[in-house]
């Protein structure tokens, strides 16, 4: 008898479904805890805290679909960051093209990672250490120290709700926009996430290019051997993990209205950027995952750290709880590859 469609979705996303469920579940019970309960102000504080991780982690994910890692990310991240504090401020004009610059120059690093290891023949975790350090340097000499400046008003309505985004550009009608109203508390933050991930992750998946980084993952011999292109794959992955570190980096500038060549910010973000490519169900064996997936293990994260704060949790004890769940989900993920003779079998 045939399975329906749902249940081999399911079976096929057993990682993501659990992240999705564990989130859920996390996220609900914060809510009843907090003083404030459900409410758009604490929506949007937490979307805040999120933004810049989840696109980090949607950066790490290409790279580890392929069996690799970039060490990278959190630096380029922080580069990104750095641009836009000098660019993303001014008139509108000046302000979009700053926005693109900084965008196009995190894509421009994750092209040289491509062309670095592709060319170079060099293991990804080499390469992107170097790189990493490279584009520390380059943030540094454009940020010497933490400051900068961004768009007042581009900083206001993109950290905050629909409504003040609406109302920060004339488009509220003094609060009587009747088609404002159903999604008017919604954080801001979180819409654009979504955004660049349905529009820019989901095209790419779905294009042949995509379809091939899983294939590496899961045998690059066999992708090879069926003509598959392997080195178009691996630059337009490394491309695509740039420009998501560029869009964390960007967001980033516009929320502190600044930029900070911090080399240990940097190094926060790529741990935390694999620990939530692992909680979201990527293997880091290659070959399963998504950036989706990635995006609620970032939201995992981040639900974690607010915990935290609610339950006046000793910061000594922070690290050794994180460590354990964090323990905990990379065994439960590795328990399901380890029993597969081959990764392919998980797409079965």
């Known amino acids: 008898m045939r399975q329906p469609a749902w249940q081999r979705w399911l079976l096929q996303n057993v990682g993501f479904a659990s992240a999705l469920l564990l989130l859920t579940v996390l996220y609900l019970a914060y809510n009843m805890l907090h003083p404030r ?3 758009s102000a604490v929506a949007i504080q937490n979307a805040n805290e999120t933004a810049a991780i989840a696109f980090v982690a949607m950066a790490q994910t290409v790279p580890v679909l392929m069996g ?3 060490l990278s990310v959190g630096a380029v991240m922080t580069l990104t960051n750095c641009i836009a ?7 509108p004009g000046q302000i979009v093209l700053g926005m693109l610059l900084t965008l196009m120059s995190g894509t421009a690093f994750g092209l040289l990672n491509g062309v670095v290891v592709v060319y170079g023949r060099i293991q990804p975790i080499i390469a992107t250490l170097a790189t990493g350090a490279i584009a520390i340097g380059l943030a540094l000499w454009i940020r010497p120290k933490p400051g900068g400046h961004v768009d007042g008003d581009l900083s206001w309505a993109l950290t905050n709700s629909v409504w003040d985004f609406a109302d920060t550009y004339g488009l509220a009608d003094g609060g009587n926009a009747w088609w404002l109203r159903p999604f008017a508390d919604i954080p801001v933050p979180l819409i654009i996430v979504v955004l660049v991930a349905a529009l820019v992750w989901v095209p790419f998946r779905r294009s042949v290019t995509g379809r091939t980084v899983y294939a590496i993952g899961s045998a690059e011999g066999a992708a090879f051997m069926s003509g598959l292109p392997i080195e178009r794959a691996k630059i337009a992955a490394f491309t695509l993990g740039g420009f998501f570190a560029a869009c ?8 502190t209205s600044s930029g900070n060549a911090d080399l240990q910010q940097a190094g926060a973000y790529t741990l935390n950027s694999i620990a939530a490519v692992v909680l979201g169900g990527t293997s880091l064996l290659g070959g399963v995952g998504s950036a989706i997936g990635s995006l609620v293990g970032a939201m995992i994260l981040r639900v974690m750290t607010f915990y935290f704060r609610i339950l006046d949790i000793d910061p000594l004890l922070q690290p050794l709880i994180e460590g354990i769940v964090l323990l905990i ?20």
């Not at 000098?86 to 008139?91: A, D, F, M, T, Y």
């Not at 964390?248 to 929320?255: K, P």
């Not at 597969?340 to 797409?347: A, I, P, R, T, W």
Request: positive net charge; without cysteine; aromatic residues 10%.
């Open 329 to 348: 989900a990379v065994s439960f993920g590795a328990i399901r590859t380890l029993r597969v003779k081959n990764k392919l079998d998980l797409f079965r």
């Open 37 to 39: 309960g459900f409410s």
């Open 248 to 255: 964390g980096g960007l967001y980033l500038a516009i929320q």
């Open 85 to 91: 504090s000098e660019l993303v401020n001014g008139s």
């Open 68 to 70: 690799g890692l970039d």
